[in-house]
């Protein structure tokens, strides 16, 4: 397999840019970084082609991705990290909750947390402390981080994480973390409707987009919830 450099890396995606998607995206995603304005599927093209034998090879590449101030090269930088999912260990654990700080839009967010520190969750669930820890975060982007990591679980049936850490994020007071927990909320929906749905009757006054989005498949329990709330407006 083809070994690209970060010059050619950078000489690639160069071409690739178009002004206007680049403006767009900027927009759309309310980042602070640069853009080069192409397709996330390129970027996945891209990072297939690099793949050296061993994770700490990727290391340096990763770093100087997430630290250059372009956000596709940080999409790049994640997409390669995803290449080495069996070499994931405590030390790059350690190494992501360093650089976690420079995550500052939900796509880097999920895409950090759903395919590379939820790997790691599911593989080592005495990780589950670190996690709560995040959810406690005073960085919203870090307690969005711990809600959305569940994801792999989920997938596995493996709810109760979510569960516990949804009791405080639904009520949190960033969108962004409300959505992050009605979206798992949601997921976890899919695999057993019943006890998400007794969660959900539980925590009728959440905050609105956690309810929106984690009752999107159950409409007859955002229903419910919606009466019980107009029910206790009218008794004030």
Known sequence: MEQLSLSEIREKLGKLGKVRRAQHSKKY???????????????????KEYKQPGI????????ALWNSGNHEEMSLALFILENYKKFYDGETWQFLMQRLDKAKTWDHVDELSSHIIGI????NPNLNNEI????????????RTSIVSTY??????????????????????????QKGAGWMLREAGK?????????????????PFSLSYATEKMPEVKAQIREEQKKEKEKI
């Not at 700490?56 to 770093?63: E, I, N, P, R, T």
């Not at 596995?156 to 516990?164: A, H, S």
């Open 152 to 177: 792999p679980l989920i997938k596995k049936d493996k709810l109760q994480l979510t569960f516990l850490l949804a009791e405080a994020l639904i009520y949190d007071e960033d969108i962004y973390v």
């Open 132 to 143: 709560l820890k995040l959810s406690a975060s005073k960085n919203p982007w870090f307690r």
């Open 191 to 207: 695999r057993n409707r019943l006890e998400v749905r007794q969660f959900l009757l539980l925590h009728k006054n959440m905050k």
């Open 56 to 63: 700490y090879a990727a290391y340096g590449l990763f770093d």
């Open 120 to 123: 790691m969750l599911l593989n």
């Open 29 to 47: 995603l309310k980042s602070p970084y640069s853009f080069y304005g192409i397709p996330v599927p390129e970027l996945r093209k891209i990072a």
